[in-house]
């Protein structure tokens, strides 16, 4: 299991936070460890998704995403 911290733009409250869980919770092999405005930590299993699928989720939510720390 790799972790990585997303960086994400566009979050501004508590509805904002739930909708970016929602999102990565959705993706196969994440497990969300911690999610905050402006960040989200989680982890993964590489052979199901990759930072791709991570990225695709937050910006299908209707999010910015870049990875901070791998």
Request: hydrophobic share 45%.
């Given at each position: 299991?790799?972790?990585?911290?997303?960086?994400?733009?566009?979050?501004?409250?508590?509805?904002?936070?739930?909708?970016?869980?929602?999102a990565l919770a959705a993706v196969p092999g994440v497990n969300v460890?911690?999610?905050?405005?402006?960040?989200?930590?989680?982890?993964?299993?590489?052979?199901?998704?990759?930072?791709?699928?991570?990225?695709?989720?937050?910006?299908?939510?209707?999010?910015?995403?870049?990875?901070?720390?791998?």
């Amino acid at each position: 299991m790799a972790v990585t911290t997303l960086r994400i733009e566009g979050m501004h409250c508590g509805h904002c936070v739930g909708k970016v869980s929602k999102a990565l919770a959705a993706v196969p092999g994440v497990n969300v460890k911690k999610v905050e405005i402006g960040s989200a930590t989680v982890e993964y299993d590489a052979a199901q998704s990759g930072l791709d699928a991570l990225a695709a989720a937050v910006r299908d939510a209707g999010y910015e995403t870049g990875v901070s720390v791998s």
